[in-house]
C-alpha cells in the first residue's frame, strides 16, 4: 500500500514530476506519427483483403 498521496504512476516507476505533459519533438515526435500512420495502414489494408478475398 501507498502511504503518500502520490497517484497510481508512482507505482509503476513514475515519479511524481514525470507524470506531467510533455511536447514531442525532433525524432520522438516523427516516430510517434510514423507508428500511428503505420497502424492505420495496416488496419486498412487488413479489411481491405476481407473484402477482396
Known sequence: MQRSASGLGGAFGADSGSSTFNTR?????TLFN???IIA????L???A?????
Do not use: Q
Open 45 to 47: 489494408t487488413t479489411f
Open 49 to 53: 483483403s476481407l473484402f477482396i478475398a
Open 40 to 43: 492505420i495502414l495496416f488496419v
Open 34 to 36: 510514423a507508428t500511428i
Open 25 to 29: 519533438r525532433g525524432v520522438e515526435k
